[in-house]
Nanobody, 117 residues
Framework: QVQVVESGGGSVQPGGSLRLSCTASENSVNINSMGWHRQAPGKERERVADILMRTGSTDYADSVKGRFTISRDNDKSTVWLQMDSLKAEDTAVYYC??????????WGQGTQVVVSS
């Protein structure tokens, strides 16, 4: 079973930054893409950003474009989400997803991000 582990959540004031990290237990050659999703209280889980492991191509939700950056290290099967200019509405539990080459999805346990003054 593939394990996905996130870290880096926490509390920050509006306008601040946080960097989330996610590592998958499988070799990156077996991974099609990795990405971040989030779920705020009372809301459905939404996609935030993802990256194709082979090409490095990225895609972002409109709500985070220009503020968040996803990057990867294939040697470590790791992706990061750099979150800048954080807003209160970014408060959520952030989940990392590993989508393998057979399109099976493995989720991490989630990491809490709180943006509040």
């Amino acid at each position: 079973q593939v394990q996905v582990v996130e870290s880096g959540g926490g509390s920050v004031q509006p306008g601040g930054s946080l960097r989330l990290s996610c590592t998958a237990s499988e070799n990156s050659v077996n991974i099609n893409s990795m990405g971040w999703h989030r779920q705020a209280p009372g809301k459905e889980r939404e996609r935030v950003a993802d990256i194709l492991m082979r090409t490095g191509s990225t895609d972002y939700a409109d709500s985070v474009k220009g503020r968040f950056t996803i990057s990867r290290d294939n040697d470590k099967s790791t992706v990061w989400l750099q979150m800048d200019s954080l807003k209160a509405e970014d408060t959520a539990v952030y989940y990392c997803a590993d989508v393998d080459n057979f399109l099976s999805i493995y989720w991490g346990q989630g990491t809490q991000v709180v943006v509040s003054s």
